[in-house]
T-cell receptor, first 114, second 112 residues
């Protein structure tokens, strides 16, 4: 079965640079979530989209923005990168916003900021 | 923001033993989910228990939920070395939406 695809899998950037992470949800899933997991930390919710509209907002810095496109894939844009942005970024997808829907996670993008 | 705590933070057992991990949360929930994460890898969904359920089984996994105590436990029976991973509980945000709020996780190490 198709899973959530994230690209790139690894990314190395310098401070103050920008980065774009991509997420391709499972086919027919219309909801995408972004999470950030720092080293040794639990995943923290950043932002989510349902039917191409922003749905919920968590602890996403103002330097970050995201959107969901007509084909339901999503991109997380990160600007003015800081050392503290080094983390594993997960995308998850689900069908609909039913509170009992399982979220399927992608393998993550490991971002290293030097 | 962090929803709750997991206990213990780390657990080391021998193959064949049972492993029990606990999770507490702070707000009212609609469901609680358990995820597994191998070191630096993706999150794998293990089981979802609804707020009106008290116990759920899936293979060697048994999850309980006590909404009066705002706590849940994950029991892995007859553990194997391949069960070595971090285990996280995650709750929905209640009225605030469907984003998941994760606990700090328990690192389980199963030695053969």
């Amino acid at each position: 079965a198709a899973g959530v695809i994230q690209s790139p899998r690894h990314l190395i950037k310098e401070k103050r640079e920008t980065a774009t992470l991509k997420c391709y949800p499972i086919p027919r899933h219309d909801t995408v979530y972004w999470y950030q997991q720092g080293p040794g930390q639990d995943p923290q919710f950043l932002i989510s989209f349902y039917e191409k509209m922003q749905s919920d907002k968590g602890s996403i810095p103002d330097r970050f923005s995201a959107q969901q496109f007509s084909d339901y894939h999503s991109e997380l844009n990160m600007s003015s990168l800081e050392l503290g942005d080094s983390a594993l970024y997960f995308c998850a997808s689900s069908f609909g916003r039913n509170i009992y829907n399982e979220q399927f996670f992608g393998p993550g993008t490991r971002l290293t900021v030097l | 923001s962090q929803q709750g705590e997991e206990d213990p933070q780390a657990l080391s057992i021998q193959e064949g033993e049972n492993a029990t991990m606990n999770c507490s949360y702070k707000t009212s929930i609609n469901n609680l989910q358990w995820y597994r994460q191998n070191s630096g890898r993706g999150l794998v969904h293990l089981i979802l228990i609804r707020s009106n359920e008290r116990e759920k089984h899936s293979g060697r996994l048994r999850v309980t939920l006590d909404t009066s105590k705002k706590s849940s436990s994950l029991l892995i029976t007859a553990s194997r070395a391949a069960d070595t991973a971090s285990y996280f509980c995650a709750t929905d945000a209640g009225q605030a939406g469907t984003a998941l709020i994760f606990g700090k996780g328990t690192t389980l190490s199963v030695s053969s």
